[in-house]
DNA sequence: ATATTTGCAAAACATTTGCACGGAA
DNA sequence: TTCCGTGCAAATGTTTTGCAAATAT
């Protein structure tokens, strides 16, 4: 919850105005490791503040997204789920049997992968997205005692 | 279209039949250099065989990713392409001017990354997804003479 | 022959929009 | 007091399913 008066701050920069469902959104997306689906999201925002629908939801992405803090994530079937990820970040890492994301800056490999490409074909790499799929150390350690999901 | 008789060779291995529906869709998949949507390549298979149904554009799209030869294009409007990648490549880089798809195999550099991730978190990487956005060679030129797309 | 594949219509979902009211600034 | 934000209902779009007829093997 760490970030959350920054966010706070910069939304009001930006011209949005603090809401009860904006706030109760906010704190969701804020205290999740994993990606959250717009439905999965309403549904926990509306534990913490009754009355929040379903296209409030999709607003409040929308501008977190504008503001550069959330991240979609695509998901193999097509759904999306969104992830804070604060600002300066760019890599995340999803763990597939439990969900959750590792966030991770991004590195200069990537950018030497972009040059080479450029060189090669002239392609100018405006902008990236790279999205790991893997099991994170718990779920690794899990699988070794035999203990499923 | 080179690939074609591999493909429709690997098909057959997996027990799918090859009907004219399927050999129009996969004609305007192997033709085309940018991603197509269902729609987008229902409309243009239908114009080689007449008969093509939507469904069954969406049911041969799910037959060749899990052949492994095509592959999913996340757009950052959340909307999907498919884009024909044959056989152990990895990497696609999207110009976002004229849509053109360049795919490039996978590289070490990528692996690099991978390495680190696991020595500084424990995350074992399985698969990952890596997309370029930018503007091909071609574009790049056109930009130069003033000319829009 | 016989099991798969097809197109169609309809269902199921996901996302967006129009609108009058309520609430932040 | 002035807009922005809201929830609702309805519109839009996309993807999936049920099914009987058609067809590849």
New interface residues.
Partial sequence: MKDMHLIVQKLRDRGYRMTAARQAILNVLLSSTRPLSPAELHQRAREKYQGVGLVTVYRTIEALIDLGVLR?V?R?D?C?GYVYVGYGHRHI?V??ICGKV?V?PG?E??L???E??WQ??????????????????EC?AREKEGIQQ
Same sequence: chains 1, 2.
């Fill in positions: 979609r695509h193999e097509g999306h890492a763990c597939r590792i991770f590195s490999d990537v030497a992968l972009e080479k490409l090669e074909t002239g392609f100018r790499v405006d902008d990236h997205l790279l999205q790991f799929v893997g099991v994170c150390a690794q």
